[in-house]
Nanobody, 123 residues
Framework: QVQVEESGGGLVQAGGSLRLSCTAS????????MGWFRQAPGKEREGVAA???????TYAASVKGRFTISHDDAQNTLYLQMDSLKPDDTATYYC?????????????????WGQGTQVTVSS
């Protein structure tokens, strides 16, 4: 069973940066994609960024150029570096994993989910 856990959320002013981390025990990092999603109150969960087992990445248009997804093989940890944050980025951010290899920003393509971490960007 894959267990996913996020960390690193918090409160930051607009224009600031945060880095989220995610571990996924039991995951085959080389064969399964991982992704970051977010959900604001009253809105549907949306894809932010994902990385495939082959290292390919995909980003939502709203975060392209500001957010960077990466994976540290040695630490088996997924990161989301968020720069130039805006109040619209305020949401609960979720890490998701597997089972497919291709990166995707569709929540339906992921089977394992963390509990979420809150990111609040003040204006």
């Amino acid at each position: 069973q894959v267990q996913v856990e996020e960390s690193g959320g918090g409160l930051v002013q607009a224009g600031g940066s945060l880095r989220l981390s995610c571990t996924a025990s039991g995951l085959n990092w080389n064969d399964e994609a991982m992704g970051w999603f977010r959900q604001a109150p009253g809105k549907e969960r949306e894809g932010v960024a994902a990385i495939g087992g082959n290292g390919r990445t995909t980003y939502a248009a709203s975060v392209k150029g500001r957010f960077t997804i990466s994976h540290d093989d040695a630490q088996n940890t997924l990161y989301l570096q968020m720069d130039s944050l805006k109040p619209d980025d305020t949401a609960t951010y979720y890490c998701a994993a597997g089972p497919y290899a291709e990166p995707s920003t569709d929540p339906a393509d992921f089977a394992y989910w963390g509990q979420g971490t809150q990111v609040t960007v003040s204006s």
